[in-house]
């Protein structure tokens, strides 16, 4: 404010003959004094546009926060009636609203419409001739000023008061000033002025890391105070009054690194169908601007989206192969989790020297789109969405591509018959067809018999590690043919080696398994450093015996259960399931990943007391779309499966190909 | 949420302790920054601390008073902390003396101490000249929260505004505290352990009120930080020094639920009381009732009783039974998009004589 401004102000001020009690007529007015009365003309000049907001109804708590059921209050941003407020005063959902001015006139509001992302709500009333707030122009705004924050909670003639100043500007993501002004319910919707009586902003709780709608309120009356520029609500009014929720905009992306502080912007995830994933994005690119805004630290994309709504269409820039492109992007309000569509089916699993013309299917699932369609066991399909199939791996690109409900053609060939089906793909069944039967796999002729590749148990020494595992490769192990890997995490105490290996013998030899069992240095306990080992040790085996990729898994009990889970989400790339018995995870799992699949299996007894963090991993799992299979076990407690629920498990294994 | 642990935090983030007569100059920057200065030194030797009960199951043991007379009557907040039956006393001068109660008005929150030592002459407020404020009044308050200051040091000083004046029962049931009169609220955080007791005066060093102990805001789940205004106290404070005071009875408490009517005795039945805030919505109307001579409908939801706002089935249950015979009753009831209030008398009761 200018000198000039102030000594004007100042002037203004003394005249009023009320607030010049304290003034001497022989001193000049302290400062201090011509200061206090400028707070109180500020908010009398803004108080005919703050009102009192009071509910009726609605809920008593809201998560763990008791809702208040005192006045709040609120702004007039229109003569003919429109009302901004803090959307912390509506948490309880009341039933009716009503609005009040301090000359004790009432209206009933109605709720037009809720800002998420700024944490504001929209109110109507039938009134006009209101005063609508003057709002200060974000560049007379400036850190340092006084900042009067203003309610209609304690009295409805005379608005409460507190003073401070705006401690910051573009604050939580841009959306917001900060204020040392105390801000609380009994202001939240009520403006911060400037020391001429405009309105700077409306007080609002915020919180930069979560925008639930009591977050910010945990700092209420502590010096950090956040109000929403008055001028920034005036621009989107328009969309507000349409009666439009406005939610935070959303792209689509995470990053290989998290840090907000450091690094390029490269591309580690892209949603499926998201605005980047239309704008091009893929993983493996590096964002370089959004909204004009150049990013070189992930927390520049927070102040770059954080001032948009879904539905905003912003410009964006990415590097792809060298090749800088830019386009625009309309943001979302909400991401769609990866999920791939599911035919139904089990493919054979062909000798690898076998021609690649197309996937027979090996089993048909009851009641899934490949049965409805009438493809049958033995089918050989060779095309989807009119793109040739050679093998396993194309199909599963195809698939991939397509979303539960999409349809989607499939040619099939029977004999000599050749027919091209339309079908409406689901999501992928959780259903364990306990009525799959073993695959084959014949044994090598005699002269293909490796003498170098040894079967049966055999302890692997891993020096680089200082470690060794143990592994069970099937008797007649051909090396023409793909297998399963189980990984067996032993839980700390006891590498149960020797009751693992009788249990699972037969599993290997039927359904053409492969078992490793890392152990850890201390058979007590996993340490997590031990991860690298275990990883190299699937790598390891992996170059002696012919595995295949799609069906390598964890298996684990108690203990070792949840170190296997850590280990599933540490090294996504490498496993691609998790048969986990009486454990639960023990860090939230990442998003999930449209090019690694990955499925869990979960059983625990019905009396083991680990059960209910069990079940809360399910959970987890399911919300994370993670295909998930949950067993509890009837009058079991804390023990390892027993061979009924192994002959299941095997089957699931069996199962993990599945399109 | 915690609130305990919130307030604490609260606290701890916006103390802004400036030490006594050390930096007025931060508020009053320019003309009378040596006045000022003189103030605050006037007012510091006029606080005491008090050191009393408490100490055990996290109850602080001290607070603050100030003294009202040159013989050493000393004004503080009632609290545990004087559940003794001698508390000692630092005068600023960093003195050491034992003090009594001379008498107490919980209604107030309010107690009279009395130095035992006779023969003193201490400086002390006269209690008549006290100023009053209006929301934006710049505000000073002393007192010896957590037991900052020590010995001779003077006590803590916070600045702010005078937030509010208002009526700490403006709602019923909002406040936790028998004190039904005007308080002021401050938007300095004074509502801490031990500045029970304190002081609040404005920029010239003029008394306005006494610091009220910590207290949370059912209405908003805030915690408040109120003074007692020195108008409301004064009188009391005279006549326990003067001996003449007798403490008021415990208010009857007649008003907590005496259900003398209920909806049905103006034809009205509600909704079904399901949830904790069920608005209340009219369902039936009885015929001949009152309720529909007033032109009251179904669906019409009662939003006030004589100007109370009823949130809920609950508070109009409570409304009705305050309400007696001959009373005005004013109801305004909103009706689709319009509110409307009708006026009645409430009639007798049929079953009453």
Same mark, same amino acid.
């Given at each position: 404010?200018?000198?000039?401004?102030?000594?004007?102000?100042?002037?203004?001020?003394?005249? &009023?003959?009320?607030?010049?009690?304290?003034?001497?007529?022989?001193?000049?007015?302290?400062?201090?004094?011509?200061?206090?009365?400028?707070?109180?003309?500020?908010?009398?000049?803004?108080?005919?546009?703050?009102?009192?907001?009071?509910?009726?109804?609605?809920?008593?708590?809201? !998560?763990?926060?008791?809702?208040?059921?005192?006045?709040?209050?609120?702004?007039?941003?229109?003569?003919?009636?429109?009302?901004?407020?803090?959307?912390?005063?509506?948490?309880?959902?009341?039933?009716?609203?009503?609005?009040?001015?301090?000359? !004790?006139?009432?209206?009933?509001?109605?709720?037009?419409?809720?800002?998420?992302?700024?944490?504001? +709500?929209?109110?109507?009333?039938?009134?006009? $001739?209101?005063?609508?707030?003057?709002?200060?122009?974000?560049?007379?705004?400036?850190?340092?000023?006084?900042?009067?924050?203003?309610?209609?909670?304690?009295?409805?003639?005379?608005?409460?008061?507190?003073?401070?100043?705006?401690?910051?500007?573009?604050?939580?993501?841009?959306?917001?000033?900060?204020?040392?002004?105390?801000?609380?319910?009994?202001?939240?919707?009520?403006? /911060?002025?400037?020391?001429?009586?405009?309105?700077?902003?409306?007080?609002?709780?915020?919180?930069?890391?979560?925008?639930?709608?009591?977050?910010?309120?945990?700092?209420?009356?502590?010096?950090?105070?956040?109000?929403?520029?008055?001028?920034?609500?005036?621009?989107?009014?328009?969309? &507000?009054?349409?009666?439009?929720?406005?939610?935070?905009?959303?792209?689509?992306?995470?990053?290989?690194? $998290?840090?907000?502080?450091? !690094?390029?912007?490269?591309?580690?995830?892209?949603?499926?169908?998201?605005?980047?994933?239309?704008?091009?994005?893929?993983?493996?690119?590096?964002?370089?601007?959004?909204?004009?805004?150049?990013?070189?630290?992930?927390?520049?994309?927070?102040?770059?989206?954080?001032?948009?709504?879904?539905?905003?269409?912003?410009?964006?820039?990415?590097?792809?192969?060298?090749?800088?492109?830019?386009?625009?992007?309309?943001?979302?309000?909400?991401?769609?989790?990866?999920?791939?569509?599911?035919?139904?089916?089990?493919?054979?699993?062909?000798?690898?020297?076998?021609?690649?013309?197309?996937?027979?299917?090996?089993?048909?699932?009851?009641?899934?789109?490949?049965?409805?369609?009438?493809?049958?066991?033995?089918?050989?399909?060779?095309?989807?969405?009119?793109?040739?199939?050679?093998?396993?791996?194309?199909?599963?690109? &195809?698939?991939?591509?397509?979303?539960?409900?999409?349809?989607?053609?499939?040619?099939?060939?029977?004999?000599?018959?050749?027919?091209?089906?339309? /079908?409406?793909?689901?999501?992928?069944?959780?259903?364990?067809?306990?009525?799959?039967?073993?695959?084959?796999?014949?044994?090598?002729?005699?002269?293909?018999?490796?003498?170098?590749?040894?079967?049966?148990?055999?302890?692997?020494?891993?020096?680089?590690?200082?470690?060794?595992?143990?592994?069970?490769?099937?008797?007649?192990?051909?090396?023409?043919?793909?297998?399963?890997?189980?990984?067996?995490?032993?839980?700390?105490?006891?590498?149960?080696?020797?009751?693992?290996?009788?249990?699972?013998?037969?599993?290997?030899?039927?359904?053409?398994?492969?078992?490793?069992?890392?152990?850890?240095?201390?058979?007590?306990?996993?340490?997590?450093?031990?991860?690298?080992?275990?990883?190299?040790?699937?790598?390891?085996?992996?170059?002696?015996?012919?595995?295949?990729?799609?069906?390598?898994?964890?298996?684990?009990?108690?203990? !070792?259960?949840?170190?296997?889970?850590?280990?599933?989400?540490?090294?996504?790339?490498?496993?691609?399931?998790?048969?986990?018995?009486?454990?639960?995870?023990?860090?939230?799992?990442?998003?999930?990943?449209?090019?690694?699949?990955?499925?869990?299996?979960?059983?625990?007894?019905?009396?083991?007391?680990?059960?209910?963090?069990?079940?809360?991993?399910?959970?987890?799992?399911?919300?994370?779309?993670?295909?998930?299979?949950?067993?509890?076990?009837?009058?079991?407690?804390?023990?390892?499966?027993?061979? +009924?629920? &192994?002959?299941?498990?095997?089957?699931?294994?069996?199962?993990?190909?599945?399109? | 949420?915690?609130?305990?642990?919130?307030?604490?935090?609260?606290?701890?983030?916006?103390?802004?302790?400036?030490?006594?007569?050390?930096?007025?100059?931060?508020?009053?920057?320019?003309?009378?920054?040596?006045?000022?200065?003189?103030?605050?030194?006037?007012?510091?030797?006029?606080?005491?601390?008090?050191?009393?009960?408490?100490?055990?199951?996290?109850?602080?043991?001290?607070?603050?008073?100030?003294?009202?007379?040159?013989?050493?009557?000393?004004?503080?907040?009632?609290?545990?902390?004087?559940?003794?039956?001698?508390?000692?006393?630092?005068?600023?001068?960093?003195?050491?003396?034992?003090?009594?109660?001379?008498?107490?008005?919980?209604?107030?929150?309010?107690?009279?101490?009395?130095?035992?030592?006779?023969?003193?002459?201490?400086?002390?407020?006269?209690?008549?000249?006290?100023?009053?404020?209006?929301?934006?009044?710049?505000?000073?308050?002393?007192?010896?929260?957590?037991?900052?200051?020590?010995?001779?040091?003077?006590?803590?000083?916070?600045?702010?505004?005078?937030?509010?004046?208002?009526?700490?029962?403006?709602?019923?049931?909002?406040?936790?505290?028998?004190?039904?009169?005007?308080?002021?609220?401050?938007?300095?955080?004074?509502?801490?352990?031990?500045?029970?007791?304190?002081?609040?005066?404005?920029?010239?060093?003029?008394?306005?009120?006494?610091?009220?102990?910590?207290?949370?805001?059912?209405?908003?789940?805030?915690?408040?930080?109120?003074?007692?205004?020195?108008?409301?106290?004064?009188?009391?404070?005279?006549?326990?020094?003067?001996?003449?005071?007798?403490?008021?009875?415990?208010?009857?408490?007649?008003?907590?639920?005496?259900?003398?009517?209920?909806?049905?005795?103006?034809?009205?039945?509600?909704?079904?009381?399901?949830?904790?805030?069920?608005?209340?919505?009219?369902?039936?109307?009885?015929?001949?009732?009152?309720?529909?001579?007033?032109?009251?409908?179904?669906?019409?939801?009662?939003?006030?009783?004589?100007?109370?706002?009823?949130?809920?089935?609950?508070?109009?249950?409570?409304?009705?039974?305050?309400?007696?015979?001959?009373?005005?009753?004013?109801?305004?009831?909103?009706?689709?998009?319009?509110?409307?209030?009708?006026?009645?008398?409430?009639?007798?009761?049929?079953?009453?004589?």
């Amino acid at each position: 404010m200018s000198t000039l401004r102030l000594l004007f102000l100042l002037c203004f001020v003394t005249l &009023l003959p009320n607030f010049s009690r304290h003034v001497d007529a022989q001193n000049s007015p302290s400062l201090t004094e011509l200061e206090e009365q400028a707070f109180k003309q500020a908010v009398a000049l803004a108080e005919p546009s703050i009102v009192r907001i009071q509910t009726v109804g609605g809920l008593d708590r809201v !998560g763990r926060i008791l809702t208040s059921t005192g006045p709040t209050t609120g702004l007039v941003v229109s003569a003919d009636g429109y009302i901004i407020s803090s959307a912390f005063n509506f948490i309880s959902k009341p039933a009716s609203v009503l609005v009040e001015f301090a000359d !004790g006139r009432r209206f009933p509001a109605e709720v037009i419409a809720t800002d998420r992302s700024r944490m504001l +709500t929209l109110l109507k009333i039938e009134a006009d $001739n209101l005063q609508p707030a003057e709002a200060v122009p974000a560049d007379q705004i400036k850190v340092g000023q006084w900042g009067v924050a203003a309610g209609r909670t304690y009295s409805p003639e005379i608005p409460n008061v507190s003073v401070g100043i705006v401690s910051a500007i573009n604050r939580v993501w841009g959306k917001a000033i900060q204020t040392d002004a105390k801000v609380s319910p009994v202001n939240y919707g009520g403006p /911060l002025l400037n020391i001429e009586g405009k309105v700077m902003g409306v007080l609002v709780p915020l919180s930069a890391s979560a925008n639930t709608e009591t977050a910010g309120v945990e700092w209420y009356d502590s010096g950090i105070g956040f109000a929403i520029p008055l001028e920034d609500v005036y621009q989107m009014l328009e969309r &507000l009054k349409e009666g439009e929720d406005l939610h935070p905009g959303l792209m689509g992306v995470t990053f290989r690194r $998290n840090d907000l502080m450091e !690094g390029d912007l490269l591309i580690d995830m892209v949603r499926p169908d998201s605005p980047a994933y239309r704008a091009g994005m893929r993983r493996g690119d590096v964002l370089l601007s959004v909204d004009d805004i150049p990013l070189t630290r992930v927390g520049h994309l927070r102040y770059a989206l954080g001032t948009h709504y879904a539905g905003d269409v912003v410009p964006v820039t990415f590097l792809k192969n060298q090749k800088k492109i830019e386009t625009t992007m309309a943001l979302v309000q909400t991401l769609i989790p990866y999920e791939s569509g599911f035919l139904g089916i089990l493919p054979q699993r062909p000798e690898l020297t076998a021609p690649r013309n197309g996937v027979v299917v090996r089993y048909v699932y009851s009641e899934s789109a490949a049965e409805d369609a009438g493809i049958k066991k033995d089918d050989r399909i060779v095309a989807f969405q009119g793109e040739p199939v050679t093998d396993y791996e194309s199909l599963w690109t &195809l698939i991939s591509r397509e979303r539960p409900e999409n349809e989607v053609s499939v040619t099939f060939e029977r004999g000599a018959l050749k027919e091209t089906v339309k /079908l409406t793909l689901t999501g992928t069944t959780e259903e364990i067809p306990l009525d799959l039967l073993d695959e084959f796999i014949p044994p090598p002729a005699a002269d293909e018999v490796d003498e170098d590749l040894p079967t049966g148990f055999t302890t692997i020494p891993m020096e680089a590690h200082n470690h060794e595992y143990w592994t069970y490769i099937p008797a007649d192990y051909n090396p023409a043919y793909q297998y399963g890997l189980v990984v067996w995490i032993h839980p700390g105490g006891d590498t149960m080696e020797a009751s693992i290996a009788q249990d699972w013998q037969r599993f290997c030899d039927r359904r053409g398994i492969i078992l490793i069992g890392p152990k850890a240095a201390k058979i007590n306990s996993w340490n997590l450093n031990e991860a690298e080992f275990i990883k190299d040790a699937v790598l390891d085996i992996q170059t002696r015996y012919n595995i295949d990729t799609q069906r390598v898994a964890l298996h684990g009990y108690a203990s !070792g259960g949840s170190f296997a889970l850590h280990l599933a989400f540490k090294y996504r790339d490498l496993f691609r399931a998790a048969a986990i018995a009486a454990a639960p995870i023990t860090a939230a799992p990442p998003e999930n990943d449209p090019e690694t699949r990955f499925q869990v299996y979960l059983t625990c007894g019905e009396e083991d007391a680990v059960l209910p963090k069990v079940e809360a991993t399910q959970k987890i799992m399911e919300a994370r779309k993670f295909p998930s299979v949950f067993k509890k076990v009837e009058g079991r407690g804390h023990t390892y499966p027993t061979s +009924t629920t &192994l002959e299941e498990i095997a089957i699931w294994l069996d199962t993990l190909d599945r399109l | 949420m915690n609130w305990v642990f919130v307030h604490l935090l609260r606290k701890t983030l916006c103390c802004i302790i400036i030490a006594g007569g050390m930096s007025l100059s931060c508020v009053s920057t320019v003309a009378n920054a040596d006045d000022s200065q003189a103030a605050v030194r006037s007012i510091q030797s006029r606080m005491v601390k008090i050191f009393g009960a408490g100490g055990l199951r996290n109850l602080y043991s001290y607070s603050t008073g100030f003294l009202a007379s040159p013989d050493g009557h000393i004004v503080t907040v009632w609290s545990h902390v004087l559940d003794q039956d001698r508390v000692t006393v630092i005068l600023a001068n960093g003195r050491k003396e034992t003090a009594v109660v001379l008498g107490a008005e919980p209604q107030l929150d309010l107690a009279v101490l009395k130095i035992e030592r006779e023969g003193l002459q201490l400086p002390y407020f006269d209690l008549e000249n006290h100023a009053s404020a209006a929301p934006g009044t710049r505000v000073l308050a002393f007192s010896n929260m957590f037991k900052v200051a020590t010995g001779d040091e003077p006590l803590s000083i916070l600045h702010g505004v005078i937030a509010a004046k208002t009526k700490l029962t403006a709602r019923r049931g909002a406040y936790e505290v028998p004190y039904d009169g005007p308080v002021y609220i401050i938007d300095a955080i004074t509502n801490n352990p031990g500045a029970g007791g304190g002081l609040v005066t404005n920029t010239q060093g003029e008394l306005l009120a006494m610091i009220g102990k910590e207290l949370r805001n059912n209405e908003s789940n805030t915690w408040i930080n109120y003074a007692m205004p020195m108008s409301e106290l004064t009188p009391v404070i005279k006549q326990i020094m003067t001996g003449d005071y007798v403490s008021q009875e415990t208010k009857p408490d007649g008003e907590d639920n005496p259900l003398r009517y209920q909806p049905l005795d103006f034809g009205l039945l509600m909704i079904a009381d399901v949830v904790f805030r069920t608005p209340a919505f009219i369902e039936v109307v009885d015929a001949n009732s009152l309720a529909e001579e007033l032109g009251l409908k179904p669906g019409d939801l009662i939003l006030f009783v004589n100007d109370n706002l009823v949130q809920s089935c609950r508070e109009l249950r409570q409304e009705f039974g305050r309400l007696e015979a001959g009373d005005d009753l004013s109801l305004t009831i909103r009706r689709d998009d319009k509110l409307m209030t009708v006026d009645a008398i409430v009639p007798r009761k049929v079953n009453e004589n």
